[in-house]
Structure formats: structure tokens, C-alpha cells
């Protein structure tokens, strides 16, 4: 398959920023790592593989960014308040430059996002706050409380960037109304760490009448990566 990489100086993150794309044509999929990892994750864990013909006969191209987590949410030798604020930084690197990037080299205006434990919130937690940006978000045991990473700090920051907060009290039927024809696919393993806050989002999601697909799956093993690719082989389409 083909591989590119693509490279500018982000006014965003103020630094030099590359995503690696994955494919030639075919719905854009912008995947996001796990753990404050780089954008290469996906492929030497056996995701962009497991995507191999989705990408091969140009049914999807993979768009794979970098995480600056570990300068965020997981920076602990800085305060809470610079943390939120690398956060809000990265998220505006995503909205106001890697999606019309992806829009612009893909021709598309469906965009999917996906990714596992902090990559699913990335991409859940984008689609909620930019659904006409981001029509499908796929999360693999998505870590949904940002809280316990704050230190015990709380601003309206935090507050906005924590789904099981904002989400409850979002009462603007417009946006309620754009949420609700995109297609959120919340995917857990029994022995999923984060389990129960995928639980609570989909209660807050069912209560706010957003349809979504909570997929429990029942397999578990000792090669976890191979069981998220079969996810995505699942979800993706």
C-alpha cells in the first residue's frame, strides 16, 4: 500500500508537525494513538494491516497524526492549567489544520475518527464538540474522565473537554440535533480499564436520545492489538 508523509510548521503546536497517510483514495480516517505515542502506533501494532483492504481497493485512507498527550493531560512537571491549555492546542491543530487537510487532499467531507484508550477520547470527544466536522468516531476502550488527570484543578477548560461533564447539561437542540446524525461506536473488552466510563457515556448518550452502538466485546486474549483490528475490520465500514 502506499505510504506518504506530509510535514509543516503548525501555528497550532508551534512546532513542526508530520501526518503519515496511509492509502491513495476512499473515505479519510483520522487515527489517533494511544498514550501520547506518535503516529507510526497504528502501524507497528497491526492496525493499519488490519485495515490493509479497506486501504488496498480504496475504500479508506488513513490519516495518522501524532499525540502530544505527554505534554498535556499526562505532563506532570507542569500545572494542570498549562496541561489543559497544551490540550486545547492540540485541538485546535486538529480542527483549524489537520481536518482541511484532510479534506483538501481526500476530496471528502465524511471524515471518521478512531482510536484506543486516549485516542478514543480524542476522537469521541471531537466529534461531540464539532459534529459537522466529524461524522463517525470509532473508540476502542475509550478513557473518558480527563479528571483524575487534572490534579483535583477545575475551569471551564476542564469542564468542556470531560464528555461526562459538558454532556449532560448540553442543551442546545441544534447541536443536539447535528450529534445525532453522525454515528458514535463505543467498543469495550470485559477486562477494559476504562469500562465503566464507557458505560456512563453510553447512559449519558441513551438519556440525551443520541443514537450510538455500544459493542461489548466478549473476546479477550493475550494479544490485545490483534483484537482492536479485528474491531476496526468491524467498525470501520
Known sequence: MEKTNHSWQSPSLGRKTTITVYGTEGTPLLAFPDNGE?????????????????????????????????QSFFNTGTT?????TRHRQFESYVIDEVLPFIRKTSG???????????GGYHAVNLLLKYP???????????????????DDYFDDNVYYNNPLEYLPNLD????????????????????????EVNYMLSDILRAKAIE?????????????????GDMLQRHVP
Open 212 to 228: 450510538h452502538i455500544f459493542d461489548y466485546w466478549i473476546e479477550t486474549g493475550d494479544h490485545p492489538w490483534e483484537i482492536r
Open 38 to 70: 506518535n503516529r507510526i502506533q497504528w502501524e507497528k501494532n497491526g492496525l493499519i494491516d488490519a485495515l490493509s483492504f479497506q486501504i488496498e481497493n480504496g475504500h479508506n485512507r488513513i490519516y495518522c497524526i501524532d499525540s502530544i498527550d505527554k
Open 172 to 195: 442546545d437542540q441544534s447541536l443536539l440535533d447535528d450529534i445525532n446524525n453522525t454515528d458514535i461506536r463505543l467498543v469495550v473488552t470485559p477486562d477494559d480499564p476504562h469500562l
Open 108 to 118: 471528502n467531507l465524511f471524515i471518521m475518527t478512531a482510536g484506543v484508550g486516549m
Open 80 to 84: 494542570p492549567r498549562l496541561r489543559i
Open 132 to 150: 459537522s466536522q466529524i461524522q463517525k468516531a470509532i473508540s476502542i476502550g475509550g478513557r473518558f474522565q480527563i479528571r483524575p488527570l487534572m
